[in-house]
């Protein structure tokens, strides 16, 4: 099996994300989270290898992955390093049984390829503060994993999951 990595970062402000940032820190009162980013990680896969040519002619001939007016899009790794402050963790997270089996199919026929899936999921960097002993488990408990009002805010535990992932898998140059 082949797999394809593509990552999409938008060029103008993330206005979800800020606004993610601004609930977190007013709404539910959490001030150690130092900064946020937001990116959207595409998993292509096939049982033979995608040509780099063939994804380049899906992205500008089509916007079903990603609008090259507004986002930027990376095979493999974003070039560079992290840019938040404080303890960098970073957490996938993607919607349980979402099929993209429409979207596989009408990238299929329009370009003929055999993608045997696609997959979506949206990834969350965190800067948290140097004092927090545990940055990856502080941030699941207060702000990943909706639980609560004042507890969660970035994933539902009964439609998403999620796992940790690190710099190393998102940029050329980690942390």
Not at 118 to 132: K, L, N
Not at 134 to 142: G, S
């Amino acid at each position: 099996m082949m797999e394809v990595i593509l990552w999409c970062k938008l060029k103008n402000t993330d206005l979800s994300c800020l606004s993610a940032k601004e609930a977190i820190e007013d709404m539910m009162g959490y001030t150690d989270l130092l900064s946020l980013n937001r990116l959207t990680q595409w998993k292509l896969i096939s049982d033979q290898p995608i040509p780099p040519e063939k994804i380049e002619t899906i992205l500008k001939e089509s916007f079903y992955l990603a609008n090259p007016n507004k986002t930027f899009v990376y095979p493999n790794h974003i070039p560079g390093h992290p840019t938040v402050t404080g303890q960098y963790v970073a957490v996938r997270i993607w919607d349980v049984g979402l099929s993209e089996h429409q979207l596989t199919g009408t990238i299929n026929q329009r370009f003929q390829t055999q993608i045997t899936s696609i997959r979506q999921s949206t990834v969350w960097e965190m800067g948290i503060s140097p004092h927090i002993q545990n940055p990856a488990e502080w941030a699941l408990d207060r702000i990943v994993s909706t639980r609560s009002y004042r507890h969660g805010l970035l994933m539902h535990p009964l439609y998403q999951q999620y796992e940790w992932i690190e710099a190393k898998d998102i940029y050329a140059t980690p942390i």
